[in-house]
């Protein structure tokens, strides 16, 4: 049941507490007006005990919703008995886990990390020595193609890669040997390949750009192109990966293996940051040891989140209600009618709801909070819709109905 909605002077009042919250802390960020005190599935609930349905899940790091019972429960028991033992050691849960990610992602190997970027960083490393000590690249040449509009994370070396100016601006010198490309046109891709090439690395289905799917056929005219040019395909899996469009991986939806696969977020279980790379041994021998690592990568703690993840995703159940509620909320936001509306991009529970230029999501964004619901403005127009994989029918009716108000109130800046 949704709370009712709170008047403005509610949300005036809260605005106020806020700025004194941010007193202390850099402003990297610009949240919505709401401090969230508890959670439980897909609500949270404020510090003054209203209600809201999450909409978000944590860019895909809550497809599980908050706080599953399997995920705290495997947490739990862990707590118990080791947490961290830094990989000096072996531990008991980390031959498990990787068994376990590796058989999802049907690859040989997996290196484990924390972040998503780490990951990232961790297939970058892997291809360009994979480059040089494979496919015979000179030392230090080894390019890397990625997409426009991309969004890897936020180290130095990637948001070199950047295109988007918030990002990048002012961080630079950047790591050299990244070049970009429109997402989604294969000729322009191909055209760049040369002899220096070693990897494209792409999200399969672009997600801080505003759930941007790519044209029928790309991502599998890629791996082809890659295979026949002998180019890593790396696809960062980190947003859109682990249930989110309603399979398990979004490279399933065109039947495309990745040499590398790099996953994060929902890896986490919404608990702990967890991150891994899975590859085969032809890439994944290249690290030796002392080559790479992670003080806190692939620690008990993170290895028994992450094994129990793959149980949940191994039953199939978190695809399917993607693939079926998907469907159903895809429907739900195409009977919304409104002059403001420029497109609907959907796949799974993930949708892209794109105004035209001059909308504000933020403003659509702080109005939905209004009425219950949180979700996230991204590229100035488009609002993210990406529940937890957990969220049942008439919750999406809320959500829904939610948006469908908040654009039929919506008065220009
Ligand atoms: C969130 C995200 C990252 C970065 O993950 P962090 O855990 O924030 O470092 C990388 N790639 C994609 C596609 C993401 O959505």
Known sequence: MLAPPRSLADVTLQETTISSLEEHSAHNYSPLPVVIAEADDIWVTDIHGTKYLDALSGYSALNFGHRHPTLVNAVRAQLDR?????????????????????????????????????????????????????????????????????????????????????????FGPFTPGFRSVPFGDVDRLEALIDDNTIAVLLEPIQGEAGVIIPPAGYLAAVRTLTAKHNVLLIADEIQAGLGRTGATFACDHEAVVPDIFVLGKALGGGILPVSAIAA????????????????????????????????????????????????YLEEGLRSIESDLLVEIRCIGLWAGVQFAPDVSAKKLCLSMMKKGVLAKDTQQSTVRIAPPLTIRVNEVDLLVTALDAAVKEYVGA
């Open 82 to 170: 080791v947490t961290l033992t830094s990989r000096a050691f072996h531990h008991d849960r980390f031959a498990q886990f990787c068994t376990d990610v590796s058989r999802l992602t049907g690859k040989d190997a997996i290196l484990p990390m924390n972040t998503g970027a780490e990951a990232v960083e961790t297939a970058i490393k892997a291809a360009r020595r994979w480059g040089h000590q494979c496919k015979g690249v000179p030392v230090d040449q080894g390019t890397i193609i990625v997409a426009d509009n991309n969004f890897h994370g936020r180290t130095t070396t990637i948001v070199g890669f950047s295109t988007d100016p918030d990002s990048r601006t002012g």
């Open 280 to 327: 085969d041994w032809d890439v994944m021998e290249v690290f030796t040891p002392g080559s790479h690592g992670s003080t806190f990568g692939g620690n008990p703690l993170a290895c028994a989140v992450g094994s129990a993840v793959v149980a949940l995703l191994e039953t199939g159940e978190y695809q399917e209600r993607s693939r079926v509620l998907g469907k």
